[in-house]
């Protein structure tokens, strides 16, 4: 296992320790890959086991629970390849080593405020919450139970692999935006390719957006915090109006009707990044008696 990072070191140099060789990221990735994929054939056999079909909507719970998996998986992926490769796991969490709780829990906070307010705004561009669409306490209550589940790990999957996206393009090229750019791009192009311009245009923002509250404050707690709000909020909602029939952003329609409907999504990140990033001072690796400091949240 590797030593703890020098001081001044920041986030997206972190995987630049004694140890590394050009060639450790691509290995890296090798091993996070074929890890999450021995993860989703063990899931799949189970589904197969059982019968059901894991894209299905007509066993929602089943594909709730996939859906969750998906990203999910990757958390214990990147983990576990740290740990095969020599690497402190808590590397990726942050500068300190470690995830930042007191941090984390500011940051939730903050994104939950912003997440409530998007959730009403989408409700009253629906036309409010329609009590016809409410599923019944048993169907909603098992899906809100997934989601308090799955949410928190799906979150903590993808902005692991975010993270691990930043250091391994980092340790390549020493300019943080170049790293954020293709850590962006290889994001974007991961959920799937031809897709509608105004749906790329807004994980683009996002994904950006993200990457500078990361390099900014020095770890994944405020991409944990909003992503682990935001996907609860829709979870629980949107079950609660018997998901996914309700009326969701469409890849069918134009880029600019798309786009409409986006910008509350996108608007509710950059002001979360913008309250995010005058409530935290940049932060690098601390000295070894600093070890365990916290961004500060005043």
Not at 33 to 44: E, K, Y
Not at 92 to 114: D, F, H, K, P, Y
Not at 180 to 207: E, K, M, Y
Request: proline share 7%; aromatic share 12%.
């Amino acid at each position: 296992m590797e030593a703890p990072a020098p001081e001044g070191t920041p986030y997206h140099r972190l995987g630049v320790d004694s140890r590394y060789h050009w060639w450790r990221p691509p290995v890296e990735l090798v091993v996070v890959l074929v890890a999450w994929a021995v993860l989703m054939s063990i899931v799949l056999s189970v589904y197969r086991a059982l019968g059901v079909d894991p894209l299905s909507w007509e066993t929602p719970i089943g594909r709730a629970i996939f859906d969750h998996w998906w990203y999910g998986a990757l958390f214990p992926a990147i983990l576990g390849t740290m740990l095969v490769v020599g690497r402190r796991p808590g590397s990726v969490s942050s500068v300190v080593g470690c995830i930042r709780w007191r941090w984390l829990g500011a940051c939730a906070a903050r994104a939950t405020l912003v997440v409530v307010l998007l959730v009403l705004a989408r409700l009253w561009d629906l036309g409010g919450w329609q009590p016809e669409r409410w599923p019944g306490m048993g169907t909603w209550a098992a899906a809100a139970g997934i989601a308090l589940v799955g949410a928190p790990l799906e979150a903590l999957g993808y902005q692991y692999f975010r993270g691990w996206l930043l250091q391994a393009f980092g340790a390549w090229i020493a300019r943080p935006w170049i790293a954020a750019a293709l850590a962006t791009a290889v994001l974007v192009l991961a959920h799937g390719w031809p897709r509608n311009l105004a749906l790329i245009a807004h994980d683009v923002i996002v994904g950006l957006a993200v990457c500078w509250l990361v390099l900014r404050t020095g770890g994944l707690e405020a991409a944990i915090g909003l992503s682990v709000v935001e996907k609860l909020a829709i979870d629980v909602v949107g079950h609660s109006q018997r998901f996914p029939d309700a009326p969701m952003p469409s890849m069918e329609m134009s880029p600019v009707a798309l786009l409409v409907q986006l910008l509350p999504f996108t608007l509710a990140t950059l002001v979360y990044t913008w309250w995010i990033s005058r409530a935290a001072r940049p932060l690098s690796a601390p000295a070894p008696s600093g070890f365990g400091s916290a961004t500060r949240t005043d």
